[in-house]
């Protein structure tokens, strides 16, 4: 079957790294996205991974390890708008995008 | 960027009732569009796939009779919840590739659908 995992939840203070794990088992492989969801709304477009490395942009940054099965999410100088869930989705060989659960992050002043 | 619109943002109605949820692609023409459902503290569930012209194509587990989905033209896709019962109140997003070539999708702000 095909598996995206994802910590249910962190936490984390205001200024500092955090980085979010995502392990992702399917049936091939076309991208990986992280989405920013805030309660009550739909979710936002963080960033796209197909090959493997670091992606920057700005504060956040996104990893993929296609070898692994695993990406990152790091979240730099952490804002208090920044909690929020983060949505791990890969792409597979059908161009189908397989949900991870989403990760809530809680960021304390 | 692209947008995505979806109307009404929340909707109250009684048991029994159908209601119509409506997405469109306000700058750019939709070929594919997806509607999802999310119950609190849950992540996205995909109901079904909508292609322009065709008949959509269905999640396992999603009464096609209950969720009846039309998408007429390019810009738009409409989701209609037949026969509305309590345990149908949740979050209905619709969602819409972009024109980039990496299946990025663009969502609605998403519909809150509560039945009494």
């Known amino acids: 079957g095909q598996n995206i995992d994802q910590p249910t939840e962190m936490t984390a203070t205001e200024g500092a790294i955090v980085q979010i794990n995502c392990t992702y088992q399917t049936s091939g492989f076309n991208g990986l996205f992280w989405y920013q969801q805030h309660a009550g709304e739909a979710p936002t477009f963080l960033s796209y991974?197909?090959l493997d490395g670091l992606e920057e942009k700005g504060r956040f940054s996104s990893f993929l390890s296609r070898s692994k099965g695993y990406s990152y999410l790091l979240l730099k100088e952490l804002q208090m708008k920044d909690s929020a869930s983060y949505l791990c989705?890969?792409?597979?060989?059908?161009?189908?995008?397989?949900w991870g659960a989403g990760t809530k992050l809680i960021i304390k002043p | 960027g692209a947008v995505v619109s979806q109307h009404p943002s929340w909707v109250i109605c009684k048991s029994g009732t159908s209601v119509k949820i409506e997405c469109r692609s306000l700058d750019f023409q939709a070929t594919t569009m997806f509607w999802y459902r999310q119950f609190p503290k849950q992540s996205l569930m995909l109901m079904a796939t909508?292609?322009?012209?065709?008949?959509?194509?269905?999640e396992q587990g999603v009464e096609k009779d209950k969720f009846l989905i039309n998408h007429a033209s390019l810009t738009l896709s409409t989701l209609t919840v037949t026969s509305a019962h309590p345990e149908d109140s949740s979050f209905y997003i619709c969602?819409?590739?972009?024109?980039?070539?990496?299946?990025?999708?663009?969502f609605g702000p998403g519909t809150r659908l509560t039945v009494l």
């Open positions: 989705a890969v792409v597979d060989s059908n161009y189908q995008l397989i």
């Open positions: 991974n197909v």
């Open positions: 969602s819409a590739n972009g024109e980039e070539s990496y299946n990025e999708q663009f």
């Open positions: 909508s292609n322009e012209g065709s008949k959509a194509t269905y």
